[in-house]
Nanobody
Framework: QVQLVESGGGLVQAGGSLRLSCAAS????????LAWFRQAPGKERQIVAA????????YYEDSAKGRFTISRDDATKMGYLQMTNLKLEDTAIYYC???????????????????WGQGTQVTVSS
């Protein structure tokens, strides 16, 4: 079992920045792809960014490119999502997730991830 706990969400004005954190505990190895998803009201959960264990390859959803940066610190089992130039449409609950089955791949599909955090709310105001 793996427990994921997100933190760092909050209310921010458009153009501002937030740094989300994801703390992993439980299972001892770090052979997983780490991803951040978000879900806005009335919408499906969608991937924002992912980073693989093998090669630290990153993937960003188009709207996140150039504004968000995903990173991981395997020594401390932490994952991060640095978000800058936030827009109103970034408002959502943000979830971190891990995929142990394909640590070399940045899977975009929700169902392929093994463990999820409880989410942290990000609200961007005008």
């Amino acid at each position: 079992q793996v427990q994921l706990v997100e933190s760092g969400g909050g209310l921010v004005q458009a153009g501002g920045s937030l740094r989300l954190s994801c703390a992993a505990s439980g299972r001892t190895n770090d052979d997983y792809t780490l991803a951040w998803f978000r879900q806005a009201p009335g919408k499906e959960r969608q991937i924002v960014a992912a980073i693989t264990k093998v090669g630290s390859v990153t993937y960003y959803e188009d709207s996140a490119k150039g504004r968000f940066t995903i990173s991981r610190d395997d020594a401390t089992k932490m994952g991060y999502l640095q978000m800058t130039n936030l827009k109103l449409e970034d408002t959502a609950i943000y979830y971190c997730a891990v995929d142990f089955k394909r640590p070399w791949a940045a899977s975009l599909v929700v169902e392929l991830y093994d463990y999820w955090g409880q989410g942290t709310q990000v609200t961007v105001s005008s």
